[in-house]
Every structure is written in structure tokens, then in C-alpha cells.
Nanobody, 112 residues
């Protein structure tokens, strides 16, 4: 059974930065897609970014240019570096593997 554990959330001021980390454990296919989604209060879950095992990336327009997704395949880890954070980035951020496995989420709050 695959498990995803996120970390790195917290309270940050507007304009600040955070780095989220997700570690996957269990039997994982060599070829996979890991990603980050977020869900703000009262809103649907939405894609933030994903990265394939070969390093191809995709970003939501709302974070493009402000965020970088990366991964370490040897450690089954995916990172999300977020810069120039805005209050509208406030949400629970979820790690995802192959669109069918989810972590429990980590809360990011952007507020002064």
C-alpha cells in the first residue's frame, strides 16, 4: 500500500516563501506522476503542479512563475517551492501520486 506524507506547511506573510515536501512509501511504479493539489475553504480541489518521473512538469496558471516542482526519484520525494505567496494561495495542499493516491494534506496560510 502506497502512502504519501506531506510536510512544510505553515503560516507565512504575503510575499514570503514556503517549500512543501511529500514522501511516498510503499511499492511505487518506476514510471509515475507526482503532483500537488490544493483546496481552499469553500472551493473545489484544484491542480497546482505535477511532475513525471522523467521530469516533465506542468503548472496551474495561478502559480506559474512563482512555484517550482521538483523530485528525487531515489527518495520518492516531490517538492514544491512556492515564492511570492499571496493570500489567495491559502489552502490545504495535497500530494498526489498517479491521480489515485492522496496524502492527508498540509495547511498553508498566507496572511499578515
Amino acid at each position: 500500500q502506497v502512502q504519501l506524507v506531506e510536510s512544510g506547511g505553515g503560516l507565512v506573510q504575503p510575499g514570503g516563501s514556503l517549500r512543501l515536501s511529500c514522501v511516498a512509501s510503499g511499492i511505487i511504479s518506476r514510471f509515475n506522476v507526482m503532483g500537488w493539489y490544493r483546496q481552499a475553504p469553500g472551493k473545489e480541489r484544484e491542480l497546482v503542479a505535477w511532475i513525471t518521473s522523467s521530469g516533465i512538469t506542468n503548472y496551474a496558471d495561478s502559480v506559474k512563475g512563482r512555484s517550482t516542482i521538483s523530485r528525487d526519484n531515489a527518495k520518492n520525494t516531490v517538492l514544491l517551492q512556492m515564492n511570492s505567496l499571496k493570500p489567495e494561495d491559502t489552502a490545504v495542499y495535497f500530494c498526489n501520486l498517479n491521480s489515485n493516491t492522496w496524502g492527508k494534506g498540509t495547511l498553508v496560510t498566507v496572511s499578515s
